[in-house]
DNA sequence: GTGAAAGCGCTAACAA
DNA sequence: TTGTTAGCGCTTTCAC
């Protein structure tokens, strides 16, 4: 790479006279600007970002903590993050905490080192089952903003763009009570994080309201859900709708249905927490609450970049973004 | 942040002498170092890791861009890397192009500004289809080097990890065909990138020397996939064989085929390039073509890492590692 | 209009 | 054993 240096070298002039020339100074000649400018673009010098960082004391670059970049939603809402933060003239750097307190933790200790100038991060379901939270707090009070995305801590301060879960799951049971559905399953493979337990506890009530009798399906990790899934459905005949808290299940319980003459959504309507290019996957297509993790992801990018901004104007004025999600009806439901 | 100097000042010595204990020089006293290293364990003292990467004209920072973060085995692959980079030490800055040549380019700029050390990445399909290199041939002769992985670019010298898409499909296609199967599509809807080709050709190959009747469906952006694969079997009433080169594809033609009256595998076996994950969205699960992308990751980003650490040494040496896939077998074939 | 110098935080060669 | 100094690449104040 070249540097100043050598540019001022070539041209017999002082270093700070590039520096000036390539940043447009009125202090600089016409005619030497634009020597400096040829010889510059000639040899396609670009500014030491690091050395760029390190006078101006901040990275342009965010630090992204998710639990798991295999899950969809997860993946998009990264892609929305990267391009809003694109926009703003910031890169992203991504750990992956594969749902684990300590990768989290170490994630976050090892870029507050200067690597970042803040965090957007959604939080490991470990670290929601021990409820810790002291490592978000130590992090802020080093002057860090994080924001937090979908599954978030209530009791941290700071910015969060969340999904109206609860009644996300009430208004789709809602619906499918509409149909006159009676037999309603729940099915979720995410009962012990926070977003999990606010779904279901949405489609309780919903179902509560109507004088339904609730039924859960817990689905944990290394289950086969095609073999649960199957249970269900031979030993209770008379179940007449799904409602499924991740997108895996949803597919499952249609293309399932099927092997037990029941048709979808005829006699059987299903209803999934899912994207569109997942709800292909059934035949019918699944029904699907979106989340529209693009905008989430852009959201929170924005929050973040604007409190970079403000510096410390905006102190302990945080805000909770949420983002509706939308029913968007396919085939799988009547 | 606290810095060298303000510890140094509290502890009434220069600032070399906190920096030597810090790295346990054996110049520095026991005392002093335990006073300082105390210290500093009390302010949670971390070295500035853009002052340390400007001194040392490294970053540990490896610049990933990927077509397609909602790809899962690009997703997955990028996994792989940063579990990786993360053994090693590495961060990774992640750039999602898109399948966009430009945002490609405009990645590659923006990060050989010494914000990274060195690239991992996969070739957008824009830039596959216009056949564009040298804004790869630029970045490496600007000193940084770049790990190609399953897009790749022959004509690029560097190093390439990529799977055997050819023999892939020609020998899952040849296992179909050793259970009697007559009468096999293939199906695509990655006809214009590199791998996408490539088993098109294995397929192609293994149908030919059989003497079989070749027969594609490839779909494109936009197009409905269920509705393409519908209209297939409506008109081909034997077709008895799916070889899929995605994993939507393989998916829909499993659970379409009901729709047929067609039994998996009794009257149509399909197999197709997937993961795990996706295979329990059909049922019966999807036979795949595993493609191990976490190790592609990881060994893309070992070969990065090597190369970064031998300096110039193996200049012209560049290796192309090949990662075979394996045929997993689910009920979706006999 | 141009240049010298300080300083961001750190390491390391050299001096004391 | 400890301190001084230079320098990584850049911006910016201040002097000429």
């Known amino acids: 790479m070249v540097t100043l240096k050598q540019l001022a070298k070539e041209l017999g002039v002082s270093i700070s006279t590039v520096s000036k020339a390539l940043n447009n100074s009125e202090e600089i000649g016409e005619e030497t600007r634009k020597k400096v400018k040829e010889l510059a673009a000639s040899y396609n010098y670009k500014p030491n970002k690091v050395a760029l960082s390190l006078k101006q004391n901040r990275t342009k670059t965010i630090g992204v903590i998710i639990p798991d970049i295999l899950n969809h939603f997860l993946a998009k809402v990264l892609f929305g993050i990267e391009r809003e933060a694109n926009l703003h003239g910031y890169n992203i750097i991504t750990c992956i905490s594969n749902e684990s307190l300590q990768k989290e933790k170490d994630s976050l200790q090892l870029l507050a080192n200067g690597s970042v100038d803040g965090f957007i991060l959604s ?3 470990e670290t929601q089952t021990k409820n810790e939270i002291n490592h978000f707090k130590e992090t802020i009070s080093q002057g860090l903003p994080i924001v937090m995305f979908d599954r978030v801590a209530h009791d941290v301060k700071c910015d969060k763009v969340i999904v109206d879960d609860f009644e996300a799951t009430y208004n789709a049971t809602k619906s499918l009570i509409a ?3 009676k037999h309603i399953v729940f099915i979720s493979n995410i009962d012990n994080i926070s977003v999990g337990k606010l779904r279901e506890r949405g489609y309780n009530k919903a179902m509560l309201e109507e004088g339904l009798g609730t039924q859960v399906l ?3 990790k290394g289950d086969d859900t095609q073999q649960k899934v199957k249970r269900l459905y031979k030993k209770y005949k008379d ?3 799904v409602v499924s808290a991740d997108s895996t299940s949803g597919v499952v319980a249609i293309n399932m249905a099927r092997d037990f003459k029941k048709k979808v959504p005829k006699d059987i309507s299903v209803v999934g927490f899912s994207s569109k290019s997942v709800s ?3 035949v019918p297509k699944l029904t699907i609450i979106r989340q529209h993790a693009k905008k ?3 959201k929170a990018a924005q929050l973040l970049i604007e409190r970079l901004n403000n510096g410390a104007a905006s102190k302990d004025d945080y805000t909770t973004k949420i983002v509706k999600t939308t029913l968007v ?3 799988s439901t009547l």
């Open 179 to 181: 149909k006159k559905r």
């Open 280 to 282: 292909v996957h059934s």
């Open 239 to 241: 179940i007449d709708g």
């Open 218 to 220: 817990r689905i944990k």
């Open 123 to 125: 939080i490991a379901e």
């Open 296 to 298: 989430i992801g852009a």
């Open 329 to 331: 009806k396919s085939k």
